[in-house]
């Protein structure tokens, strides 16, 4: 029987998020982040994965938002390409993050979600903003439509689907 895709993302993710993140972000607390981070993550299926780590990036990155989402997206490659097969979710704890602690930042987290669309799809993350401020989003969402980016264009399509795939 084939491996499920949960298995490819478990200690060597967490291993490399903390790398990339100390590289952009000095201070950040690698062996303890580490070991929260893969507490209880083996049990935990894909997409709780994600959510899982984001929750201890939390407690880990600089306590603003603005200031977390600055450190996140300095990990980010320079070139914004979407990595092939299941190396782009790498970046489905950075998506989550945005998701579940930027609600009260709407400019950042919209900054941010543009970003990280063109590594990883941030349909997810787009959900939270379009129920707690839906006229906002949809205004984005609207002027992204012309973005040059057709990952930021697709991230429009997407996230206004009312059925996605695993959703």
């Known amino acids: 029987m084939a491996e499920p895709l949960k ?13 990339e993140i100390v ?8 062996a303890s982040f580490e070991r929260a981070a893969l507490l209880g993550l083996a049990d935990l299926e894909l997409l709780a994965r994600g ?13 603003t938002f603005p200031a977390a989402t ?27 993050f945005v998701a579940r602690f930027g609600l009260g ?15 990883f799809t941030a349909e997810f993350a787009m959900r939270p903003f379009l129920e707690k401020h839906q006229e906002a989003t949809l205004e984005r969402l609207r002027r992204w439509t012309h973005d040059p980016s057709e990952h930021v264009r697709r991230l429009v399509s ?10």
Not at 23 to 30: D, E, G, I, M, S
Not at 158 to 167: F, H, K, Q, V
């Open 105 to 119: 930042h709407f400019a950042a987290s919209m900054r941010a979600l543009h970003e990280l669309t063109q590594v």
């Open 23 to 30: 590289a952009a972000y000095p201070q950040f607390q690698r």
């Open 70 to 96: 600055r450190v996140i997206l300095a990990t980010l490659p320079d070139v914004r390409v979407p990595a092939v097969g299941m190396a782009s979710f790498f970046y489905l704890p950075h998506t989550e």
């Open 158 to 167: 997407e996230s206004t689907r009312t059925r996605l795939p695993w959703a």
């Open 7 to 19: 298995a490819q993302f478990g200690a060597t993710v967490v291993r490399r998020l903390a790398t």
């Open 51 to 63: 959510r899982h780590i984001a929750g201890v990036l939390h407690h880990y990155l600089p306590k």
